[in-house]
């Protein structure tokens, strides 16, 4: 259990986490693909009169998991480990997205997000 902790930089969880989720912000908002992507999954941005505070926590939730994720493995050195992990969970998320009939220009958004914030990660991990 001690690898999941020893060596980890914090700090760098912590930025890898926020700095993707505004990266999220802004990714879905409707200046850059979050119109076309909400009519590719069936979404009426026009009828959200909140935000969906569970969606958010269980995103930030996620985001720190994965961040966490980065940290672990460039602590311990093994970088295509952390490539190879959110890699396969963005394949496996489009595959759901087809499940779900979601359009390409959809699936290709959420793909592009998550490879984004694994960007981000191991950006982080490396300033911090």
Do not use: H
């Not at 909400?38 to 941005?45: E, I, N, P, S, Y």
């Amino acid at each position: 259990m001690q690898e999941i902790f020893a060596g980890v930089s914090w700090i760098g969880v912590i930025a890898g986490t926020i700095i993707s989720f505004l990266v999220g912000w802004v990714w879905y908002s409707e200046r850059l693909f979050g119109a076309k992507w909400a009519t590719g999954v069936g979404v009426d941005m026009a009828k959200a009169d909140k935000m969906p505070m569970a969606a958010m926590v269980t995103m930030l939730a996620g985001l720190f998991l994965m961040s966490w994720f980065v940290g672990v493995t460039a602590s311990n050195n093994a970088l295509l480990t952390v490539i190879l992990g959110p890699v396969a969970f963005t394949v496996l998320s489009y595959a759901g997205g087809a499940f779900r009939n979601n359009s390409t220009y959809a699936r290709n958004v959420d793909a592009g997000y998550w490879i984004a914030s694994l960007v981000v990660m191991v950006i982080c991990q490396g300033i911090f």
